[in-house]
C-alpha cells in the first residue's frame, strides 16, 4: 500500500499534531510523558509535517477494521516531490503494466482476435 497526500496548510497539521500531544500529556488514563518527552514531540512535529502527519495517523486504525488483514508491519518515510497529475508516473488506476514485461511474442492471428477480426 502506498498513500500520496498533499498537504494544504502545514501549519494545521502541526497545530493538530501538538493539540494531539497535550491532549495525551493530560489524559489521566494514559501512560505518564515525561515534560523533556513532549518538548521534544513539540519540536518534532513543529520542525517536520511528516513528523505531525505521523503523530497523527496510526497505520492500524487505517486496517484495523478489514476484515482478514493483520497488520503485522508499518513504516513511515517521506519526501517532496512535484506531483504533476497528467503524467504517466502518477497512473493511480492500479494498473502498474510495465511494457518491458508485455509478452511480445504473440502471433499475427492472436492479435486479429484481440481486435476484433476474424483471425
Not at 476484515?67 to 517521506?78: F, H, K, M, T, Y
Request: proline residues 6%; hydrophobic residues 35%.
Amino acid at each position: 500500500m502506498e498513500l500520496v497526500l498533499e498537504i494544504h496548510d502545514e501549519d494545521a497539521v502541526a497545530r493538530a499534531a501538538l493539540e494531539r500531544i497535550a491532549r495525551d500529556a493530560e489524559d489521566p488514563d494514559g501512560p505518564r510523558i515525561p515534560e523533556a518527552e513532549q518538548a521534544q514531540a513539540a519540536s518534532a512535529v513543529t520542525e517536520d509535517t511528516a513528523e505531525a502527519l505521523a503523530s497523527l495517523v496510526d497505520p492500524f486504525d487505517l486496517v484495523g477494521e478489514v476484515p482478514g488483514v493483520e497488520l503485522q508491519q508499518a513504516s513511515w518515510s517521506s519526501e517532496r516531490i512535484d506531483y504533476d497529475p497528467d503524467s504517466p508516473d502518477w497512473d493511480l488506476d492500479g494498473e502498474d503494466v510495465d511494457e518491458d514485461d508485455v509478452d511480445e511474442d504473440v502471433d499475427e492471428g492472436d492479435e486479429d482476435q484481440r481486435a476484433g477480426g476474424a483471425g
